[in-house]
């Protein structure tokens, strides 16, 4: 059974299935800034919309006897380098998709990998050397220079796709264009959710994305555009911005939101019998950003150039709040203590 994103009619999947096979004959879902010309065959006038495909195809159909080609040709061969728990969250969505998932870490997670479905390498000789399409870099903000650097890229293919997820973007952005061969590609990601918010599905979850740079070749554009289909496909609001533009918005929102969370985490905020909805989710915002790693909190404000006017922001408009209660309270005591002098 097809399952159509785009609200496609079924004479217009019909005549695409019918259509000569091509290898990277799918498109990015309509959300997306995709070339037609990327995926196009030779021929083909219009643009091919996204096609979801269950894996719930029944035999008797006749498109289902197509499927397993059309299968075969949306899957990636992915390397997660940095297998954490982020690396590890990713990991999940990109095997139950049926993408041959790969990993490489500094610590040995080889058991975690066998009971997700994904192959684990002590050894990055060994990982390159399988010629991942797509190279994830899901490794700690501060040490995505020297993970890098410490890959052996010569035992890569020549233009393997490189895609970071960090939650920082103008810095990965300029490391890989500083380090990368330029015939690598490279895609600068933000999935803006993590193992607890996207816990249930990534459903209106936002996914925020920069091509940085993608060969000119439909194979090139193809595979980028595939991978960002992982994540159109789950659902998530895609959005195609700069990575400056990414920070600027992130030192406004995320930041604010890690510090104000921690802030709180300080005041060590109990339950009350008489919790409000307001004070319950400030309880859920402490409890989130808690959850999170000091080490990424630190990288939000060190390698966010945008991070230090937030802060110095946030702590004026802190004192303004205050210096506004207290000078209407002196007022108040003011008025009492000269009227009753008058008395
Ligand atoms: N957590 C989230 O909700 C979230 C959401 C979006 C994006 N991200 C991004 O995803 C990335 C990973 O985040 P995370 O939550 O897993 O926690 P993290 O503390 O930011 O990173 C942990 C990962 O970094 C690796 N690592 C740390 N120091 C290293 C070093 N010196 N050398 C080599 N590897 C090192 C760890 O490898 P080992 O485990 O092998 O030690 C682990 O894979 C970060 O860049 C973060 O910004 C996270």
């Known amino acids: 059974m097809l399952n159509l994103k785009s609200g496609l009619s079924s004479s217009t999947v019909k005549g695409f299935l019918a259509a000569p096979k091509h290898p990277t004959s799918f498109a990015y879902s309509a959300r997306s800034s ?4 990327a995926f196009a065959p030779p021929r083909r006038p219009h643009c091919r919309p996204f096609i979801r495909i269950r ?27 940095g297998f954490g728990n ?19 870490s500094r610590t040995d997670y080889s058991e975690t990998a066998r009971n997700l479905g994904v192959s684990f390498f002590k050894d ?30 010569q035992r890569l293919k020549r233009n393997t796709l490189f895609v970071d997820v960090l939650s920082v973007k103008e810095f990965p952005k300029k490391v890989f264009l500083k380090l990368l061969p330029p015939e690598f590609d490279i895609l600068c990601t933000h999935p803006m959710f993590g193992p607890e918010s996207g816990k249930d599905g990534w459903e209106g979850l936002t996914f ?9 070749h439909r194979d090139r554009i193809g595979r980028c555009d595939q991978f960002l289909q992982i994540f159109a496909h789950e659902g998530c609001d895609m959005k195609e911005m700069s990575c400056e533009e990414h920070d600027r918005y992130a030192a406004g929102s995320q930041f604010i939101t890690h510090t104000v969370g921690r802030v709180l985490g ?10 409000t909805k307001g004070y319950e989710s400030l309880l859920k915002l402490v ?45 108040v005591l003011r008025k009492q203590l000269f009227n009753s002098e008058d008395e």
Request: hydrophobic share 40%; proline share 5%; net charge negative.
């Open 266 to 275: 300080k005041l060590g905020l109990q339950a009350t019998p008489i919790n």
């Open 55 to 81: 894996a719930t195809a029944q035999p008797s159909d006749p498109e289902a006897q197509i499927h397993p080609q059309l299968e075969r040709s949306t899957k990636l061969k992915i390397a997660i380098v």
């Open 34 to 37: 995709l070339s037609c010309q």
């Open 86 to 104: 982020f690396g590890q969250f990713l990991a999940k969505t990109f095997v139950h998709q049926g993408h041959v998932v790969q990993a490489f």
């Open 124 to 153: 990055p000789h060994d990982l390159c050397e399988e010629h991942p399409e797509v190279i994830v870099l899901s490794t700690s903000i501060t040490s995505t220079e020297s993970v890098l650097e410490s890959l052996p890229l």
């Open 287 to 331: 409890e989130n950003t808690q959850g999170d790693s000091y080490d990424l909190y630190y990288a939000l404000f060190l390698y966010n150039l945008n991070a230090i006017e937030e802060l110095e922001k946030l702590e004026m408009a802190f004192e303004s709040v205050k210096n506004q209660l207290l000078s209407q309270l002196h007022e």
């Open 208 to 216: 925020v994305y920069e091509k940085v740079r993608v060969g000119n």
